[in-house]
């Protein structure tokens, strides 16, 4: 595009041109003004420049009208008025396009330029106002008004002019782009607006601001102005000053400290004395050569080293690229130990560790007699052990790596919030390193660990990511082959790692990720179990760590009984492990005291050596009673009996609940009560007492909160006593939801329930017909114990919870019934 326009970037160009004072340009004679002081000339728009009076400059004409406007005028030998356009991107500028105030010019000789330009050299003259265009067509002529400027100089001005021509020296020390011989010009300069205007021409500005310093005719104000801006400009060369000073400063180190390391080498080569910085890089080039590396692993270490190599030793740079490389060469990429692939080995090594747990060990030795046979074909079971703490999860995870013969490794992703921590962070911030996954596998040193992955149900997210999406990677196996970490950008194989994770509750685990794992349940230990285990595994260990000879302690099932209902409360053992542990210790302290210890343990010594007892179970009643019923329920802890209560007071129809009882648990006593209702004729209850009698159900131990729908059986089965006063057998544990129509459903936790009722001497218990294929995990003896009624519907459940109806009486009456008899026998 053409244009009339100098760049302002061109400096120097235009310093220069102040000693171009031309005969040519001197030879052109100002406008004299008409009576009413206006002259009246060709006008040339100007597109990104400014001219300002006194000062010369070369100018660019690429337009057809102004190149007319302009030899119009030097035939004529006189000279132009320059105004400035409001766009400089208009091509055909209107009249109204323009800057009032402008400049009367005179314009030097035309040369041709390449592509059709034309150059000229214009000196302003003196400032002026337009008044009004008279020519449009074939170019611009515009009639304006010269502005005269007052030229006293008082006091303040020269103050001012001296302060100006001070900023003007620093910044043309510090701006190279400015030569010495502008600030002598400048020294030369009496006049302040001329100085000025000389300054504005001389120091690079944005085009508003240099239309500004046009528009201001005050010189005194212009002054001033120019000033301020000297001054930001100043600050700003002085900042930019700076800053190369201490980058010329850093450069000059860094080659004296090279230069000066180049010494360095050849002196050590003279002595034979080798570079420790190229020693470390040989180290690095012969541990990858002997590392057993994937093809891109090597391709990537050697790329490393080459960097490495041309670095200097001083750059940051070379730390990471080490550190990187190290991590590299740290991993196991295909360094694996075989696996014990003897299924009855591997079962004598779980059975000596641990008690119980079929379904887990069963599902090892099945994984085992799988790859003995195709070793190379089987996949990796991602394994989920699910249950409350304490019931040998991980030390579980211990067992198997011990049976395979893997090496075990572990960590925790309790209160993991960082995507980080599993995938590790970008190399490109500082101090960054891989995540948790690789930091294990490096600390495993083999390519096929045991991997328990602990509490993935407390996993995290926050704005930093969502670790457990992270971890969908981690443990699917069409994916895990190729796990790729933001640090390394590797693709690091974990496909012949068996991970186990540990959760204590399912359902706060993602589903994406529930859905790549095989869930294994451990429901918790019996006390049968418990008792065995304490004999197997908790006393020789205890013992042992109190310092007792193996033997010398021994605890009676009586006293274990004791400590298991007295003083712990769990579905594991490790509170009933610390409470044996602070048996055995009471009696190391006998011993080192010289007394005579007692090595049985009877159930009278327990308080004795524990205090006072700290948990107490609900006892089965005694007797039968109305409104009463024992129900069977599934805690933390294992199972548990409750008795569910209720009595009948004049009222208004009102149900009550306490016992701090959940939604769920509220809304089956809701369900209970209608049916009694609705089914009040076959049970002989009179309606009309429902209207003015309230309900009053509670469940003790209201400070423990209660959910579920398992009670609803229990709780019909009280109300339909308390209404018919048939009492409730005394030795019957209930469980089972009832809906509307009295139908019963299948609860959970069959096993811990029917295990309590036989620990609280129940002799009936009554489950739901649905969960007889529950039944298989009850132990033998408990079944045998146990008169186990499986049933449908709740009138199966009143035949064997109700004893039979007291002798036939009058029904009961309502209250109002009761008013009106009482009314009749006072009148």
């Known amino acids: 595009m053409q244009r009339d326009s100098w760049d302002p970037n061109d400096t120097g160009e235009y310093v220069d041109s102040l000693s171009w004072r031309t005969e040519e340009l001197y030879a052109i004679d100002d406008l004299l003004p008409n009576e009413e002081g206006i002259i009246e000339a060709p006008v040339m728009p100007l597109r990104g420049v400014v001219v300002y009076p006194q000062m010369v400059s070369p100018l660019f004409i690429g337009r057809e009208k102004t190149l007319w406007a302009v030899e119009d005028a030097q035939g004529q030998n006189q000279t132009l008025i320059a105004l400035a356009q409001r766009d400089p991107s208009a091509e055909q500028p209107h009249p109204e396009d323009f800057f009032p105030i402008g400049i009367e010019v005179a314009v030097g000789r035309l040369v041709s330029m390449p592509e059709g330009a034309s150059s000229a050299l214009v000196q302003g003259r003196r400032r002026v106002e337009l008044i009004e265009f008279t020519q449009v067509e074939p170019y611009l002529r515009a009639r304006v008004q010269p502005i005269f400027e007052e030229r006293r100089i008082d006091r303040q001005i020269e103050a001012t002019m001296r302060s100006v021509l001070d900023l003007f020296k620093r910044c043309v020390h510090l701006n190279r782009s400015i030569p010495e011989e502008a600030y002598l010009f400048a020294m030369n300069i009496d006049d302040p607006g001329w100085l000025a205007d000389m300054i504005a021409t001389a120091v690079s500005l944005d085009l508003d601001v240099r239309l500004k310093l046009l528009a201001l005719t005050n010189p005194h104000k212009r002054l001033e102005y120019i000033g301020e801006l000297l001054a930001k400009e100043l600050d700003v060369l002085e900042l930019e000053d700076e800053i190369q000073s201490r980058t010329r400063g850093e450069v000059d180190r860094t080659q004296r400290e090279f230069y000066l390391r180049e010494q360095m080498k050849v002196i050590q080569t003279e002595l034979g004395e080798d570079d420790p910085y190229m020693a470390d890089v040989a180290e690095l080039n012969e541990r990858i050569e002997k590392a057993v590396l994937t093809e891109q692993a090597k391709e990537c270490a050697v790329k490393e080293l080459k960097r490495l190599n041309h670095i200097p030793p001083v750059s940051p740079e070379v730390g990471i690229i080490r550190g990187y490389i190290d991590w590299i060469l740290d991993l196991p990429w295909q360094e694996t130990t075989e696996d014990n692939l003897d299924v009855k080995h591997a079962a004598q090594v779980l059975d000596e560790h641990h008690y119980g747990l079929p379904k887990a060990k069963d599902r090892i030795l099945e994984y085992i007699a799988v790859k003995s046979l195709k070793p190379k074909k089987s996949r990796q079971p991602i394994l989920c052990f699910v249950g409350p703490p304490g019931t040998g999860k991980t030390s579980l995870g211990r067992s198997i790596a011990a049976a395979l013969g893997r090496e075990f490794v572990r960590i925790s992703l309790g209160g993991v919030r960082d995507e980080a921590e599993i995938r590790g962070h970008r190399r490109t911030y500082i101090g960054a390193l891989p995540g948790r996954i690789l930091q294990t596998m490096k600390r495993a040193k083999v390519a096929n660990p045991l991997f328990m992955l602990d509490e993935i149900d407390k996993l995290g997210s926050s704005y930093r990511g969502d670790p457990a999406s992270a971890l969908l990677e981690v443990l699917d ?20 790692v068996m991970f186990i994770t540990t959760a204590n509750a399912e359902a706060t685990i993602p589903d994406a990720l529930l859905d790549r794992m095989e869930v294994i349940e451990f429901p918790g230990y019996i006390e ?48 009933l492990e610390r409470e044996i542990g602070r048996v055995c210790r009471k009696v190391a302290r006998i011993k080192a005291e010289g007394d005579e210890h007692p090595q049985q343990i009877e159930v009278e010594q327990i308080e004795r050596f524990l205090g006072p007892q700290q948990y107490f179970y609900h006892q089965s009643e005694r007797e039968d009673e109305v409104g009463v019923s024992t129900a069977v329920a599934w805690t933390a802890g294992g199972g548990e009996i409750m008795p569910v209560e209720v009595v009948l007071v004049e009222g208004k129809g009102g149900l009550k609940l306490t016992g701090q009882l959940g939604e769920v648990m509220q809304e089956s006593a809701q369900a209970a009560y209608s049916y009694l209702q609705a089914r ?39 109300l339909i006593s308390a209404f018919t006063e048939r009492k409730v057998r005394c030795d019957v544990g209930l469980s089972g939801e009832i809906t509307l129509r009295g139908r019963v459903l299948p609860v959970g936790g069959v096993r811990e329930k029917i295990l309590a009722a036989h620990r609280a001497e129940l002799k009936t218990v009554v489950i739901p017909e649905e969960n007889k294929k529950d039944l298989a995990d009850v132990p033998e003896k408990v079944r045998d114990d146990l008169d186990i009624r499986l049933v449908k519907h709740m ?33």
């Open 795 to 827: 009138d199966e459940v009143l035949e064997i919870a109700l004893r039979p109806a007291p002798p036939a009486k009058e029904p009961p009456k309502s209250t109002t019934d009761m008013k009106e008899s009482k009314e009749e026998a006072e009148g």
């Open 477 to 496: 196996p069409e994916q895990n082959h190729a796990f790729s970490d933001h640090y390394l950008e590797l693709d690091f194989d974990l496909s012949k």
């Open 680 to 718: 009040s004729q076959e049970l002989e209850v009179n309606a009309e007492t429902f209207q003015d009698t309230d309900i009053h159900l509670h469940i003790p131990a209201g400070a423990i909160p209660k959910d579920g729908p398992s009670a609803g059986v229990t709780i019909a089965t009280s």
């Open 528 to 575: 049968e179990e418990k008792l065995e285990i304490a004999r197997r595994f908790l006393i020789p260990r205890q013992s042992e760590e109190s310092s007792l000879e193996e033997g010398e302690i021994d605890i009676s099932e009586a006293a274990l009984q004791r400590i298991i209902r007295d003083y712990t409360y769990e579905a594991g053992v490790r509170n």
